[in-house]
């Protein structure tokens, strides 16, 4: 009877082995963790980066944001560029209202795409409008989805798509453009430090 019982611990160690492989594989920054690989529309996607979000000259800590490319790259060009599935995950560690949120977008878009503003304008009001307040621990979602335009989720909950291939490039300047949020958040999107 000796033999099923150390078979069986074996296979337990085995699998608890395995699930610390699992975990080990995983990045962090400030606490937050994120898988290496997910499967978006049937592809697998690779951890391009982890950046930290910081607001006001009191440099509070908003968001920890994920990049996931199917071919990791620090060219912000190539990620803007490139017709391939994009997806974004912001994980929040601190309370935003509607209203920040909001404000948020519409100074990400008038930096990243002034010059399209006007074209954008309906689908930038369709964006602010799902806001509500997101508190720490929710987790907002974008996907790009080359030929559709920005798919939107909200601790896993699809609210919508916004269509077009020029609102998803303006949608991703936000971070990787010009004029970032803060640099050290689009460096470490693009593969620096989480800093």
């Not at 610390?20 to 690989?37: I, N």
């Not at 799902?130 to 920005?150: A, C, D, K, L, N």
């Not at 269509?163 to 999107?189: K, M, V």
């Amino acid at each position: 009877m000796r033999a099923p019982i150390i078979f069986a611990s074996a296979a337990l160690l085995l699998s608890l082995g395995m699930a610390g492989t699992a975990s080990a594989a995983d990045r962090e920054c400030d606490g937050v963790s994120f898988p290496e690989h997910i499967q978006v529309g049937g592809e697998t996607l690779t951890l391009n980066g982890l950046g930290l979000r910081k607001a006001t000259i009191f440099n509070i800590k908003v968001y920890v944001g994920a990049l996931y490319l199917p071919h990791p790259t620090a060219d912000a060009n190539t990620i803007l560029a490139s017709r391939e599935p994009v997806q974004l995950e912001l994980r929040f560690v601190f309370h935003a209202t509607a209203g920040q949120l909001r404000s948020a977008w519409q100074e990400g878009f008038e930096k990243s795409a002034p010059h399209q503003l006007p074209q954008l304008k309906s689908r930038i009001a369709r964006l602010q409008g799902w806001m509500t307040g997101v508190g720490s621990g929710q987790r907002m979602t974008f996907v790009r989805v080359p030929g559709v335009g920005i798919e939107y989720s909200l601790d896993g909950t699809p609210r919508g798509t916004i269509a077009g291939d020029d609102f998803a490039t303006a949608f991703l300047a936000i971070w990787l453009g010009s004029s970032p949020p803060n640099p050290q958040l689009r460096a470490g999107l693009l593969g620096g430090p989480c800093e």
